[in-house]
């Protein structure tokens, strides 16, 4: 029962890991979409 419960705390840290990563990834993206669309912008502007 123990060792049970140390099995799933381990999945559950390893799924909480996961979807940080995923989070920070996509954060990541936005932001790379946001500044790309800024320079492009102030290329036509220019």
């Given at each position: 029962?123990?060792?049970?419960n140390?099995?799933?705390?381990?999945?559950h840290?390893?799924?909480?890991?996961?979807?940080w990563t995923?989070?920070a990834?996509?954060?990541?993206f936005?932001?790379?979409?946001?500044?790309?669309?800024?320079?492009?912008?102030?290329?036509y502007?220019?």
């Amino acid at each position: 029962m123990a060792e049970d419960n140390k099995e799933r705390s381990e999945l559950h840290r390893r799924q909480r890991v996961k979807n940080w990563t995923l989070l920070a990834a996509l954060v990541a993206f936005i932001v790379l979409v946001y500044f790309v669309s800024i320079v492009r912008m102030g290329m036509y502007n220019g």
